[in-house]
């Protein structure tokens, strides 16, 4: 396990929700049952449950955000999550997450996003780069010999808004209208996820269509469930990436590796909400033999007790993959991450600088 920690790693399916630490949950529920507002025979059975159905993930969803509703608690986790991607040396993170709204704490979505930026400004243990640099601006990293050491952490950090299946239209546009405003700030694309038995994500075209149209980069969580008929359309969109393609069908697997669109694979996610059988039948073997664009991600590293680093050591030792083709994957990703090609350069540099180490 110790080189998959000490591998440089990217990191782009990560819900902040969902990778709330085990410890920050407990204690967050703790105070509400104090407050009275739960009842903690109600959600023991959720929270203590190892294996979660689909379903059984968004019931966990829904308390999770009744414990985070506090713009503080929303800047805390935002520094924790940061703070536990970068100690297991992530390089570069794409975090994603809902803006919510909700009055009765003074909530609105734009506020939702500033305590996240908060939660990254407050971060003094590691060094975090998230505003975007002017084109002719130097990069506030110097390329650093180091990321694999025992150096200082450095972690670059951009944002995806995600819009909800649950909701309308309208708020999809409030989103990514806040995501086009909160360009200045790392936002830099719009993920569609959320239970995927809800809802028709038709209901999101306009809003995905008007993100695309002006540059925001799109990604969907597509495949989750055996809907045929939405699988094709998701792909007929073109996102400049897709999460999970658990359901896929032949003609499926076909239109994706035409359209060269990069796979977030998510084992342990997978494997836990049942969406694939066992880790030993799971569609990442298919790609990566096919050579088909894909990266390791955690998805809620919170919710499924994981790491980036563990998902490394479980593809590694589920389909016989050595330090060599593990650095080489992760070092692919930088390919398909979101920011601008000034990051992609460093991200490069970097990997290349402890190359050897792996080789
Ligand atoms: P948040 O956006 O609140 O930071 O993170 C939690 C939310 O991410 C969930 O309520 C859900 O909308 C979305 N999410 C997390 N994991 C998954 C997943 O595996 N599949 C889908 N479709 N959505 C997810």
Not at 43 to 57: A, C, F, G, P
Not at 74 to 87: K, N
Not at 178 to 198: H, K, W
Not at 224 to 243: A, T
Request: net charge neutral; hydrophobic share 40%.
């Amino acid at each position: 396990m110790e080189w998959c920690v000490s591998m440089p790693k990217i990191e782009l399916h990560a819900h902040l929700n969902g990778s709330i630490r085990d410890s920050t949950l407990l204690e967050l529920t703790k105070a509400l049952i104090g407050k009275g507002a739960i009842n903690f025979s109600e959600v023991e059975h959720i929270i203590l449950k190892y294996n979660r159905s689909v379903e059984e993930v968004f019931k966990l969803f829904d308390l999770i955000h009744i414990l985070t509703t506090e713009h503080n608690t929303v800047a805390r986790i935002t520094r924790e999550v940061i703070e536990d991607f970068a100690s297991e040396n992530v390089v570069y993170l794409e975090l994603r997450t809902t803006p919510k709204r909700n009055d009765s704490v003074g909530m609105s979505k734009r506020s939702y996003v500033e305590a996240v930026l908060k939660g990254l400004r407050s971060i003094t243990s590691v060094d975090v780069d998230f505003i975007p640099h002017c084109e002719d601006s130097k990069t506030l990293f110097t390329p650093a010999p180091a990321i694999d050491g025992h150096a200082r952490k450095r972690i670059f950090v951009r944002l995806l808004l995600s819009i909800d299946r649950r909701e309308t239209t309208e708020a999809a546009m409030d989103t990514v209208k806040l995501a086009l405003e909160m360009r200045p700030y790392g936002v830099v694309g719009i993920d569609l996820s959320g239970n995927p038995s809800i809802g028709d994500w038709t209901t999101y075209l306009p809003a995905l269509k008007f993100a695309r149209e002006q540059g925001l980069y799109v990604t969907l969580h597509c495949g989750e469930l055996p809907n045929s008929k939405e699988i094709k359309n998701m792909l007929d969109f073109r996102p400049q990436r897709i999460g999970h393609a658990c359901f896929f069908e032949d003609e499926h697997w076909r239109q994706l590796k035409s359209s060269n669109i990069p796979v977030e694979i998510c084992l342990t996610s997978n494997v836990r909400t049942m969406t694939v059988p066992s880790i030993d039948v799971h569609h990442f073997a298919h790609l990566y033999n096919a050579k088909h664009p894909l990266v390791l991600c955690t998805d809620d590293s919170g919710v499924f007790s994981t790491c980036l680093s563990k998902e490394y050591k479980i593809a590694a030792d589920s389909f016989g993959l050595g330090r060599r083709e593990m650095f080489e994957l992760s070092r692919n990703a930088v390919e398909y991450i979101f920011a601008d090609s000034k990051i992609k350069e460093d991200l490069r540099r970097n990997f290349n600088s402890v190359a050897k180490k792996y080789g």
